[in-house]
């Protein structure tokens, strides 16, 4: 059974920075292309982030240079790292691998 759970998130002012984790279990994150999405309320899910088994990354344009995607093998964690943060990114941020999705972390940036 594949379990994926998220946390790092909360309250930020605007400009501020979170590190969100996703930790799997049953399955071997380095080994599969997992990636991060956010739902605000009344909008549709957005792909944020990804990483590929590679390692390679990709981005929404509109997180590129103040989000970063990355991944510790050891702890089959996946993290992302978010400076700079706006309003806009206020959202429930979940992690996603092989169809397999996690509960959500509510990041809410204001002042």
């Known amino acids: 059974q594949v379990t994926l759970v998220e946390s790092g998130g909360g309250l930020v002012q605007p400009g501020g920075s979170l590190r969100l984790s996703c930790t799997a279990s049953g399955i071997i994150l380095s080994t599969r292309a997992m990636e991060w999405h956010r739902q605000a309320p009344g909008k549709q899910r957005e792909l944020v982030a990804l990483?590929?088994?590679?390692?390679?990354?990709n981005y929404a344009d509109s997180v590129k240079g103040r989000f970063t995607i990355f991944r510790d093998n050891a702890k089959n964690t996946v993290f992302l790292q978010m400076s700079n943060l706006k309003s806009e990114d206020t959202a429930v941020y979940h992690c996603?691998?092989?169809?397999?999705w996690g509960q959500g972390t509510q990041v809410t940036v204001s002042s």
């Open positions: 996603q691998v092989n169809n397999y």
């Open positions: 990483i590929t088994s590679s390692g390679n990354t």
